[in-house]
T-cell receptor
Framework: DGGITQSPKYLFRKEGQNVTLSCEQNLNHDAMYWYRQDPGQGLRLIYYSQIVNDFQKGDIAEGYSVSREKKESFPLTVTSAQKNPTAFYLC????????????FGSGTRLTVV | GENVEQHPSTLSVQEGDSAVIKCTYS??????FPWYKQELGKRPQLIID?????GEKKDQRIAVTLNKTAKHFSLHITETQPEDSAVYFCAASLNTGNQFYFGTGTSLTVIP
């Protein structure tokens, strides 16, 4: 489905729990990204990774963690330190060269219950 | 860092009319400007993009214009159809990397 797969589509988390969102791509893209989407706020960058075993904080990294052990995978963990985690999370990838458009996953909707 | 502003936040047009969405950016080093369309419940899809060495680009009913001096770029949709109804995001990419900065989105409704 477009070469980049996010799972699960819907996720419910109890307060105080950590949860991990999966993002896998088979596009051989070097760069991967996590965005958070809230109504009226557009897409905000959480973390990004340009190569394996390296990642950088985005604008709203607090309360989140990532890993990039494989080129194909870039999981995002929403920790209990994230005070308002209910949102739609989008993963994206790009070839990594300058100025290429993203390919987005289909998203995960996380709800705290 | 880069700051991208997008207007309007909502836009309603009659089927067949044109729609225009405008974005401004703050960093003159930005040189790549994609536009994404996100239908309800779906992922954003790239619909058109423009690079800083070009002033205008067209693809059928969609066009994008770029004014580097004023640091703004616009999406133009002509002969709108109900299937154009979606949220549209503009973005800007800095010359130093592939990180994108997104606008806040425009919810376009095409009224049949």
């Amino acid at each position: 489905d477009g070469g980049i797969t996010q799972s699960p589509k819907y996720l419910f988390r109890k307060e105080g729990q950590n949860v991990t969102l999966s993002c896998e791509q088979n596009l051989n893209h070097d760069a991967m990204y996590w965005y958070r989407q809230d109504p009226g706020q557009g897409l905000r960058l959480i973390y990004y990774s340009q190569i394996v075993n390296d990642f950088q904080k985005g604008d709203i990294a607090e309360g989140y963690s990532v890993s990039r052990e494989k080129k194909e995978s870039f999981p995002l963990t929403v920790t209990s330190a994230q005070k308002n985690p209910t949102a739609f999370y989008l993963c994206a990838s790009s070839p990594g060269a300058l100025n290429y458009g993203y390919t987005f996953g289909s998203g995960t909707r996380l709800t705290v219950v | 860092g880069e700051n991208v502003e997008q207007h309007p936040s909502t836009l309603s047009v009659q089927e067949g009319d044109s729609a225009v969405i405008k974005c401004t950016y703050s960093d003159s080093a930005s040189n790549y400007f994609p536009w994404y369309k996100q239908e309800l419940g779906k992922r954003p899809q790239l619909i058109i993009d423009i690079r800083s060495n070009v002033g205008e680009k067209k693809d059928q009913r969609i066009a994008v214009t770029l004014n580097k001096t004023a640091k703004h770029f616009s999406l133009h949709i002509t002969e709108t159809q109900p299937e154009d109804s979606a949220v549209y995001f503009c973005a800007a990419s800095l010359n130093t990397g592939n990180q994108f900065y997104f606008g806040t989105g425009t919810s376009l409704t095409v009224i049949p």
